[in-house]
């Protein structure tokens, strides 16, 4: 059995000002269309999945970013784990 951890991503590709959220726009793509179950936060996306699955997409989101005319990315990644797993719903069921 797998166990579930809450990755939490926030890119800030070096872009012109104008060309920040059509990147970011591109790491979120990458996000839905991995499959895993994700929430788009104000400043940072949470991912829900295995760990190597969520740091492989991870490493991918610096990729697009660079691809796409970044110059630089700076990212800042929160990884959330405990026994048993941690799932987005136990989190923010309450607030919904």
Do not use: F
Not at 53 to 65: D, K, N, P, S, T
Not at 72 to 96: F, M, P, W
């Amino acid at each position: 059995m797998s166990v579930l951890y809450n990755v939490s991503l926030q890119v800030i590709p070096i872009v012109p000002e104008a060309e920040v959220y059509p990147v970011v726009d591109k790491v979120i793509d990458l996000i839905r269309e991995s499959g895993v179950k994700y929430v788009v936060g104000p400043m940072e996306t949470t991912m829900e999945g295995e760990l190597d699955l969520l740091l492989g997409i991870v490493a991918r989101a610096q990729e697009i970013c660079l691809q796409n005319g970044a110059t630089r990315v700076l990212s800042v990644v929160k990884i959330d784990c405990k026994a048993g797993g941690v799932t987005i719903e136990e989190k923010i069921n309450k607030y919904r």
